[in-house]
Every structure is written in structure tokens, then in C-alpha cells.
T-cell receptor, first 113, second 116 residues
Framework: AQSVTQLGSHVSVSEGALVLLRCNYSSSVPPYLFWYVQYPNQGLQLLLKYTSAATLVKGINGFEAEFKKSETSFHLTKPSAHMSDAAEYFCAVTSAAGNKLTFGGGTRVLVKP | GAVVSQHPSWVICKSGTSVKIECRSLDFQATTMFWYRQFPKQSLMLMATSNEGSKATYEQGVEKDKFLINHASLTLSTLTVTSAHPEDSSFYIC????????????FGEGSRLTVL
């Protein structure tokens, strides 16, 4: 069984400040990990993914995430928040290519001017 | 590449009627499609997994007769909400995957269903 926990359902940051979204996972087998972003009334867009290669993964829009096996974490960061980063972010895990994803509860990011 | 399109984006129907939502992979062959349901301000809940040409696999607690899923081709899956009731109102999202994508899912834009 797999599970994903996202700490903090809401995060508020100032424009230009660091964005840090936390994700911890549980998996009995080596995981594939993903971060998706969702804008209002839209589907999900892939930000980045970890598939057992480099532990530091760079994605789109300046986001990156680091896989830490010892901490079972895959936290998402962006050095400088932009107003356009305001959205809902979901961390997800799967155990093998093509298997169904298990999503975390999501974190809504608010960016203050 | 890897575009998934859902139609309609918005649908309003009367209680007791049936509604069909289409999910198409526009530029790739989707060996597997997934249907999710998302309530306001909540995460995605997997409803079912469908493979082309075979019956869908439903998650526990999802009514098979209420949510009919058909995956007749490698580019099209449909979700039909039968005899819809107000509690079926939700945001429905499909996703698709194909071989060689290391687990990545490609998501449709979502379909918002409102049952009056």
C-alpha cells in the first residue's frame, strides 16, 4: 500500500519569497514520485517527477524537488515566488510505470504582493 | 505532445438524466485511462482504471452501475453518469498513460457536472 501526506493544506508566501511545499510518502517498494499543479477549474499539469535517477529533480516554472529516501520525503521548492504560482499543488506516488497514482491531499498556495 | 482532452468542460443536467463525458488522447495511444473525482477543495479520488478493450476496474465504494466506463479505442474513454442526482455533482478528471512514460499521467482539463 502507498500513501502520501502533504503537510499544510494552505501556504501563504510573499512574492519573491521561497516556496516550500512538504510531501512525505509511504511505499513498500521503490517509488516514482510526482508533483502536479492545478489551476482553478482545470486539470493537473506535471511540474516534475522522480523516477529513480537523480535525487534532485528540476521541473518547469523554476520548481525543483529533492528525493530523500531516509526521510521518505519529496519536498517541492521554488526560490522566488511569482503571482502566477498561486494554485493547488499535489504530490503523488506510484510503485511502477503506468500504475495508478495515489495523491496527497493537496496544498493551496497563496502569493501575496 | 501528450495532450488529453475532455468534453464537455461544463455540464448541467436535471436529476434522473444521464450524462456522458468523453476523454480523448489527441496525439498518443492511451493504453490505460483513469477517471478521478474531485470534490471542492479536496484531492483527487480515483474512481476506476480502464484498459482499451477490457472492462474497467473500479475502486472500492464506486458504483459500477452508476458510473459506466467504456474504453473502446486507444484514444477514447467515456464516463457515463447514469440517473444523476445532486450528490453526483463534482469535478471529474480523466488521465491517460502509455507505455514508456515511467508512470507519468497526462490529465484532461476536467469536466464540472452540476445536477439540479
Amino acid at each position: 500500500a502507498q500513501s502520501v501526506t502533504q503537510l499544510g493544506s494552505h501556504v501563504s508566501v510573499s512574492e519573491g519569497a521561497l516556496v516550500l511545499l512538504r510531501c512525505n510518502y509511504s511505499s513498500s517498494v521503490p517509488p516514482y514520485l510526482f508533483w502536479y499543479v492545478q489551476y482553478p477549474n482545470q486539470g493537473l499539469q506535471l511540474l516534475l517527477k522522480y523516477t529513480s535517477a537523480a535525487t534532485l529533480v528540476k521541473g518547469i516554472n523554476g520548481f525543483e524537488a529533492e528525493f530523500k529516501k531516509s526521510e521518505t520525503s519529496f519536498h517541492l521548492t521554488k526560490p522566488s515566488a511569482h503571482m502566477s504560482d498561486a494554485a493547488e499543488y499535489f504530490c503523488a506516488v506510484t510503485s511502477a510505470a503506468g500504475n495508478k497514482l495515489t495523491f496527497g491531499g493537496g496544498t493551496r498556495v497563496l502569493v501575496k504582493p | 505532445g501528450a495532450v488529453v482532452s475532455q468534453h464537455p468542460s461544463w455540464v448541467i443536467c436535471k436529476s434522473g438524466t444521464s450524462v456522458k463525458i468523453e476523454c480523448r488522447s489527441l496525439d498518443f495511444q492511451a493504453t490505460t485511462m483513469f477517471w478521478y473525482r474531485q470534490f471542492p477543495k479536496q484531492s483527487l479520488m480515483l474512481m476506476a482504471t480502464s484498459n482499451e478493450g477490457s472492462k474497467a476496474t473500479y475502486e472500492q465504494g464506486v458504483e459500477k452501475d452508476k458510473f459506466l466506463i467504456n474504453h473502446a479505442s486507444l484514444t477514447l474513454s467515456t464516463l457515463t453518469v447514469t440517473s444523476a442526482h445532486p450528490e453526483d455533482s463534482s469535478f471529474y478528471i480523466c488521465s491517460a498513460t502509455t507505455e514508456g512514460t515511467t508512470g507519468e499521467l497526462f490529465f484532461g482539463e476536467g469536466s464540472r457536472l452540476t445536477v439540479l
